[in-house]
């Protein structure tokens, strides 16, 4: 095993944020083990999402996205394959895994981060081309410790995260629209901005709904713009019985609204877009949805941008299905 120049575990416990943590831990295990490429990830469903990288010939980068089922370390993680591999290519379900088939791996090194609640946050972990010694296996008790460190930080940084939120609510009072209580557009835009920032540190995964009334401007045509405004209370209303107490609500303007689900994993979202429309039918109320998840290149406004063309296919669809 190679020299470290950092010392002791000591040196890594003044980091008190994740990401930072991370960084200082794949610097370390680095230089202490070698290997061409550290990594800390974030599970989500099918996405298994690098947030931290400590590369040196594999050519991975920060926010690269691969296939969960894919890695060594979907099966490390179930119990089928060692944390320490010094041979992969001797352990019969890494040597199948397809991502030996887009990487050359002859030893591997993975072990689980866990959530304050103990489900599974992601993964340390590492890779090189060549197989090494198999007194590599004597270094298992130092990683698993360091993965409690890190899950420690991660549920400190979590904490955090939740406080801030609650204080971003209480400060918002002049960020709400008076009519249906909900955030107003400047709010949305300051938490889109806000929860983007912690989508990119933590790999957190998020999903945009866009909702639109279709019969407002006949109501207020017809009955008034007082019974307009009732439906627009009552579409409110909808909206926040239907998502969760994380979600951010907001009306973008005239009878368009938005939920910014936070944590929400693509099959949590589908549950939610079934949620919103059976709310909005037993209110009798019509309204166009259109939904998108959120990926590490094009951010939460991209699937802001996305959602919104799916609201409209979604309205031109129903219209469509009410003229046959």
Not at 237 to 260: I, S, Y
Not at 267 to 293: C, K, Q
Request: hydrophobic share 40%; net charge negative; charged share 25%.
């Amino acid at each position: 095993m190679g020299n470290s120049s950092i010392s002791t575990i000591r040196d890594l416990i003044p980091f008190d944020n994740f990401e930072a943590a991370s960084r200082a831990v794949l610097a370390f295990l680095h230089q202490r083990l070698g290997f061409n490429l550290w990594m800390m990830t974030r599970t989500s469903g099918e996405d298994w999402i690098v947030l931290q990288v400590e590369d040196h010939g594999y050519d991975v980068s920060e926010g690269t996205v691969l296939r969960w089922t894919d890695s060594f370390c979907s099966q490390m993680v179930q119990g089928f394959g060692p944390r320490v591999a010094p041979n992969a290519q001797e352990i019969a379900v890494y040597a199948a895994a397809p991502i030996g088939q887009q990487m050359t791996i002859g030893a591997y090194i993975g072990v689980p981060i866990q959530t304050p609640s103990g489900q599974l946050f992601g993964t340390l972990c590492a890779i090189d081309p060549e197989p090494k010694t198999l007194d590599l296996q004597t270094e298992l008790p130092l990683l698993e410790l360091l993965a409690q460190l890190l899950g420690s930080v991660l549920a400190a940084d979590l904490a955090a995260v939740e406080q801030s939120r609650l204080l971003e609510l209480m400060r918002t009072d002049c960020m709400t629209d008076l009519l249906t209580g909900l955030y107003n557009r400047r709010a949305w835009e300051q938490a889109i901005e806000l929860e983007e920032a912690r989508a990119r540190r933590y790999g957190t995964p998020y999903c945009v709904f866009i909702a639109d009334l279709d019969g407002l401007k006949d109501i207020n045509d017809t009955e008034g713009h007082a019974e307009g405004d009732r439906l627009l209370q009552r579409a409110a209303q909808c909206l926040q019985t239907a998502v969760r107490k994380c979600d951010l609500v907001a009306r973008l303007g005239g009878d368009e609204f938005g939920v910014l689900a936070i944590d929400c994993a693509r099959e949590s979202s589908i549950d939610m877009l079934d949620r919103l429309r059976h709310t909005f039918e037993s209110a009798n109320i019509e309204v166009s949805i259109g939904m998108a998840m959120r990926d590490s290149i094009n951010g939460i406004l991209g699937a802001l941008r996305t959602a919104d063309l799916n609201m409209y296919r979604n309205k031109r669809y129903r219209k469509g299905y009410q003229k046959n």
